[in-house]
């Protein structure tokens, strides 16, 4: 049996690719924090101050990572798809699904209600 060499252009494809999705969930909870806050019944009882508006700082840090996480996902998707083994086809399925996922949050970001 002849021994396999190391596909290390495989094992940098998956690093970026899990990559990618720790960096678009790290960036959900930078929008958790940066979003406006609900004014819930209860805290208007209270006379509780909520903010109103979307952090500046966090807001752009998060639209420039989700555009980032969306980039990296297209590339990385190009790649795979370069590479054209059969083994690492898995991964189209999920940068795929990390481009569908940024995208749809760029979405909500955009049309967030005020």
Do not use: C
């Amino acid at each position: 049996m002849a021994k396999r060499s190391k596909d290390r252009l495989g094992a940098l494809l998956a690093a970026l690719t899990a990559g990618g999705w720790t960096l678009y969930i790290l960036l959900l909870v930078l929008f958790h924090y940066a979003r406006p806050e609900q004014q819930y019944g209860y805290m208007r009882y209270l006379e509780v101050e909520v903010r109103t508006g979307w952090l500046t700082l966090p807001a752009l840090w998060f639209h420039l990572g989700i555009w980032g996480a969306l980039g990296l996902a297209i590339t990385t998707f190009t790649l795979v798809h370069l590479k054209g083994r059969r083994q690492s086809q898995y991964l189209k399925a999920y940068l795929a699904m990390l481009a569908a996922a940024a995208i749809l949050t760029l979405l909500v970001f955009y049309f967030y209600p005020n």
